[in-house]
């Protein structure tokens, strides 16, 4: 021990000594900083960290060795072997390098124990290698013992310092670097107290010696600038690597309390290395039932079978990205749809160090998606379906958005609508479709534009378009908050030719399309108001067939529709202006003329009369009506259209019934006569109520024996104000009223009811109408009539007219053989 105090003491410059131990701790610092720089690192960048260990480190504590040796003075001259100091330095960064790669390698005691002792046997080297450098006229002797207490002591104090770093912390590595520089201070001053120069007659060589002044000035300015760029640099990528492990952490806490997305990382091989909270959430594992399972398992059997995970690896792996929607299932069997993205995670080298994975459960949206495009679906199976035709323009006139029925209505070919097409060139387009004159294509096109921008402009809300082939195509506006409209269009062709049909049909007969009643009457009342006016004149006729019934009763009324038709057609072509011919029903007609003399209704009626009196061939049959026809004249005859064509029917009626005319003209006669014949209509009701009728009977002999066979009936009528009326008057007026059948009973009950109580079997004879026997229960009132009066059936005798047989043969033939047979 006093040896090497003596040594310290009276042997080395005290200001370098301290010099030396200042260098030492700051490299010995260094050493420290960087062998836990090498211990952070995760990849290979701490081997890096380890070799600036090992320069900055090794050089720092080389140049301790050979600050301290400047500062060795034991009175003999000596220089510096140059090979043997660098091999010395080279020992030094070695040993500090190893050390370095130990304490990284194997973190626990055993890697810092033997770190230490790499380290102190290093450093041990390193100071002997360099007092085996020195020169001098002598020779250096050896005190053994203190040799192997320097050493001793170095790897010991140098193995304490590894085990002060492997516990980490500030306070740990400061006194870590400080019993590393005590160590080498130690192993250095007891080391050379072990060395004894023993002066000799050598001559120190000059070649290859260094000067001690530039020695001392470099290694001091090296070690300080290498242990004080590696500081610098230890201290920056410390603190980056602090931000980036705090930056990593903050974004580790983000990542797991993310609920929204799961976020998790894959190994190479496709097992799950992290769990984020969102990934619970969303797959309903916990980390610790999933981490190193496969994901595979996220997919349905079918998919694994597939092999549909491997590839999404793959894809990622070769693309750099894997992106897909698809079905994803939970822990408890259910699924959601995800949308997931893979992406490789490579390490700087640029080996695959695994996958980043994430998965956004997007059922809602796709929900949404699905409603929307479900939707949109719908709208356009609705636009190209529906009967309209539909345009959206913007505000600029431009066409956004038609459908297929647009273009049907007219008929633009496939694909010539495009959006962005203004309103004007759709317009001339569809005229150069149907124009083949250009110049007549673009007066229409532009006449049309016009028409409807105006009315665009406008804000109106619907207007008609008549197409050159006889469309009518109804256009409705709707306008648009933000500009622009929407135009619809529908072909009403056929609406309009119904309701043309339709209003027709209201004021025309439907068989013969002549104009019906109303149509007539219209007209009528039009003309009589012309000529109230201007003081003009109008005839009206009534017309009604003569044998009409005849024709349907004979040959059906197939051949009397097409009777009837054949009369309209002849009319139609015989009407001139300011006439009207119209069928009031069945066989009546009506016709009408606006005239200034008598001259022109002569002519008039003589059409009239030629085109009805002209036969008429139906199939095999030639037939030949001919008409009845009454004429009432406006003002003379009536002021009124119903005035007029009453008595024009009342002039009708007179024809029809006169033998030797078939025009009448109306007079006031023909009014008083119809009036009568009304009024005694209501009182022969008024004389079956009152019991005013009474029979008569006229006897009937046997021309041969002058006997009496039977007995007339004869019916009186003994009205209170006419007295006793004539059966040739009112008789025909009960047929025409409907009287005759009750009176007809009557008088048969009542002819059975006396003969029946008749001393002799004398026969009574009834009389019967036209109408009783073209009646259907005339057989039956008969059978009844002779039951209830117990009157023998040969004892009743009907008599008719041959009238009644000619005007319904077989109806009447039919009623007396049912009457016979009873």
Known sequence: MYAVLSCLAYEHNLFLVVVAGALCFIANAGTVVFAARARQANDRSRYGWVIVSGGAGGFGIWATHFVAMLAYDPGQLFTF?????????????????????????????????????????????????GMAAIEFGGLIVWSQPLVIAA????????????????????????????????????????????ATLVPGFGILPEDGMLSKPLMLATIIAVSLSLIGSGLAVATITGRAARSSKASEANFQMLVRGVTDYAIYMLSPEGAVSSWNAGAERAKGYR??????????????????????????????????????????????????????????????????AGYAKITRDITRQRQDTDRIASVTQNLDLALENMAQGICLFDREQRLVLTNRRYGQIFRFEEGALKPGMTYREIVALGYRTSFADAAEAEARAEQHYQRNIAAINSRQEALLHRLSDDRTIRIDFSYLDQGGWVSTFEDISE??????????????????????????????????????????????????????????????????????????????????????????????????????????????????????????????????PGAS??????????????????????????????????????????????????????????????????????????????????????????????????????????????????????????????????????KVAVNLSPVQIAHADMPALVHTVLLETGLKPSRLELEITESSIISDKQRAMNALRSIKAL
């Open 81 to 129: 072997n140059l090979s043997l100091t660098l091999l010395s330095l080279g020992i030094a960064f070695l040993a500090t390098f190893a050390a370095g790669l130990l304490a990284v390698l194997f973190t626990g005691k055993s890697g810092a124990v033997a770190a230490g002792l790499v380290f102190g046997t290093g450093v041990s080297c390193m100071h002997f290698t």
């Open 151 to 194: 050493i001793v002591t170095a790897i010991v104090m140098s193995t304490t310092a590894f085990l002060m770093i492997l516990k980490g912390g500030l306070a740990n590595n400061i006194l870590a670097a400080g019993l590393l520089s005590l160590g080498i201070v130690f192993m250095h001053f007891i080391a050379m107290g072990a």
């Open 287 to 352: 980390a610790d039932e999933i981490i190193g399972q496969h994901f595979a398992r996220f997919y349905s059997d079918e998919e694994q079978a597939r092999g549909l995970p491997e590839q999404a690896l793959a894809t990622a792996r070769t693309t750099g990205l894997f992106e897909a929607e698809g079905r994803r299932y939970r822990k408890d069997g259910s699924w959601f749809w995800a949308h997931v993205v893979i992406q490789p995670v490579l390490d700087d080298d640029g080996v695959l």
């Open 495 to 624: 609406r309009i030719r119904s309701e043309e049909k339709i209003a027709f049909m209201a004021k025309h007969d439907s068989l013969t399309q002549l104009p019906n009643r109303p149509a007539l009457m219209e007209y009528l009342e039009a003309e009589v108001r012309n000529a109230e006016s201007e003081g003009g004149h109008v005839a009206v006729v009534g017309i009604d067939l003569n044998k009409f019934k005849q024709i349907n009763d004979q040959f059906g009324h197939a051949a009397g529709d097409a009777v009837l038709k054949e009369i309209a057609e002849r009319m139609n072509s015989i009407v001139r202006p300011h006439e009207m011919f119209a069928r009031f029903g069945g066989d009546e007609f009506v016709a009408v003329k606006r005239y200034g003399d008598l001259a022109e209704v002569s002519e008039f009626l003589d059409r009239l009369s030629d085109a009805f009196g002209q036969p008429i061939q139906i199939e095999v049959h030639r037939l030949s």
């Open 629 to 762: 026809m009454g004429v009432a004249l406006y003002p003379h005859d009536g002021a009124s259209p119903d005035a007029l064509i009453a008595n024009a029917d009342l002039a009708m009626y007179r024809a029809k019934g006169s033998l030797s005319r078939d025009i009448c003209f109306y007079d006031i006669e023909m009014d008083e006569a119809a009036r009568d014949r009304t009024k005694m209509a209501e009182d022969l009701w008024t004389a079956i109520e009152q019991d005013q009728l009474r029979l008569h009977y006229q006897v009937q002999k046997s021309v041969a024996t002058d006997e009496i066979t039977g007995y007339e009936v004869l019916l009186r009528w003994s009205h209170p104000e006419r007295g006793n009326v004539s059966p040739a008057d009112f008789i025909g007026v009960a047929e025409e009223c409907g009287a005759i059948l009750p009176i007809g009973a009557w008088v048969l009950r009542e002819a059975c009811r006396e003969a029946a109580n008749w001393p002799n079997d004398y």
